[in-house]
């Protein structure tokens, strides 16, 4: 016999929650009819992992040439807590809230208009720098920085290719390493010193310039040696607080062709000047990817010079090619993305602080989807 409850009132938050629960339901069929995403802010400068607030806010709707991604992995960067301790200030954050996180993994949604090349279901990468929008369910990026993720590249591998192994592609080509990897082959072996070569954009540097076919030489804390030779290719590395690790000395002696600077603390130019190439028609290249105003005047001085041996600090802007061609070289085992630690969307404030403590090895990767 058919049993029939008592009816109670139906009250407000009932409302709310049978709407959130729909829009939770149709999530993945399309993003167009559910309205509200759960994300991660943050409404002022400072505060640090205790500043990142968790809200329901809309979903972001793609303007023309962008697209719409159902987040899958995010991945943070030291850029993302620095624009919040107001490094970039007034400029970055644009405005508050900001949801942070560039390095964006997952499936396209939705597409603005005069989107070409992507279609709703593909699986991307992208770089949405320096608009964030990474630390939540759905984010928007331009067409033209998101490339197709390959099947065998995981939604958290992807997550770290957008910013920190393009990074390290770049500076590499900036160094003067010829990553064209099939042609590479006839020149002679190049020596590249890669300093924090156990962080995000450092272990991408050493294995790339392995595979590029250069004698590596990396920096790292002494629990990350055995790391730097045996997963990341490197021919020898040094403990960064020994003497030989201040010097940025090779244990075998070479002279650096190619410098990869991407430990956070600056060096002077005259350790780097001491163990770079520059005799005899050679010339050696320091890339700086944490520059300050010393490197930008050493770097003015050495122009005007004709200096043999350069310091060249860089700010990368990644493109769509650059990063299909490491997201291709994952995808062939060439080079592989290694993660420090994982945690879901509704903890990513813990990701957030482990990034600030600056001990990362490899990425952090925030992973954002129904099941966490
Ligand atoms: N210019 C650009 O376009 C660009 C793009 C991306 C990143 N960056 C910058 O590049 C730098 C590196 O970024 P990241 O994501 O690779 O950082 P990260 O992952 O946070 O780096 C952490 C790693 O650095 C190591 N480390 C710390 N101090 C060191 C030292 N003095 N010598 C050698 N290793 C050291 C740490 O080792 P221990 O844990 O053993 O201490 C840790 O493994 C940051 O300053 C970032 O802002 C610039």
Request: a positive charge.
């Amino acid at each position: 016999m058919l049993q029939v409850r008592p009816r109670r009132a139906w009250s407000v938050a009932d409302t709310y929650w049978s709407e959130y629960l729909i829009s939770r339901a149709m999530a993945g069929t399309t993003a167009s009819r559910r309205t509200m995403m759960r994300a991660v802010q943050y409404d002022k400068y400072g505060g640090g992992a205790q500043g990142l607030k968790h809200v329901e806010v809309p979903i972001p709707k793609p303007k023309k040439g962008e697209v719409l991604i159902k987040m899958e992995a995010a991945s943070i960067n030291q850029v993302d807590w620095k624009f919040q301790s107001g490094i970039a200030r007034p400029f970055m954050p644009k405005k508050f809230p900001f949801i942070p996180v560039c390095e964006l993994s997952g499936e396209v949604v939705e597409l603005g208009s005069g989107v070409s090349g992507f279609k709703v279901g593909d699986k991307v990468i992208a770089n949405s720098f320096p608009d964030g929008g990474g630390l939540a369910e759905y984010a928007v990026a331009k067409a033209s920085r998101t490339a197709p993720r390959p099947p065998d590249v995981s939604a958290a591998d992807g997550a770290c290719l957008p910013i920190a192994a393009v990074t390290a592609l770049v500076a590499l080509r900036t160094a003067g390493l010829s990553l064209d990897f099939a042609a590479g082959a006839g020149e002679p072996k190049k020596n590249v010193l890669v300093t924090a070569a156990s962080g995000g954009v450092g272990h991408f540097a050493a294995q790339l310039a392995a595979l590029a076919g250069a004698h590596v030489t990396a920096t790292c804390g002494a629990r990350n040696l055995s790391l730097a030779t045996d997963i990341l290719a490197a021919d020898e590395a040094i403990d960064y607080a020994s003497p030989d690790g201040a010097a940025v000395r090779s244990p075998s002696g070479r002279l650096y062709d190619a410098v990869v600077h991407c430990a956070p603390a600056p060096v002077p130019w005259k350790v780097f000047d001491r163990v770079l190439a520059g005799g005899g028609g050679a010339v050696g290249v320091v890339v700086d990817l944490t520059p300050g105003a010393a490197a930008f005047a050493t770097a003015a001085r050495q122009r005007v010079t004709f200096a043999r041996k350069r310091l060249v600090p860089l700010i990368v802007s990644p493109a769509r090619e650059e990063m299909e061609v490491v997201a291709g070289l994952v995808a062939e085992g060439k080079i592989k993305a290694v993660i420090d630690s994982r945690y879901p969307l509704s903890r990513a404030e813990e990701g957030w602080a482990k990034s600030m403590a600056g001990h990362v090895t490899g990425k952090i990767v925030v992973e954002i989807g129904e099941d966490e």
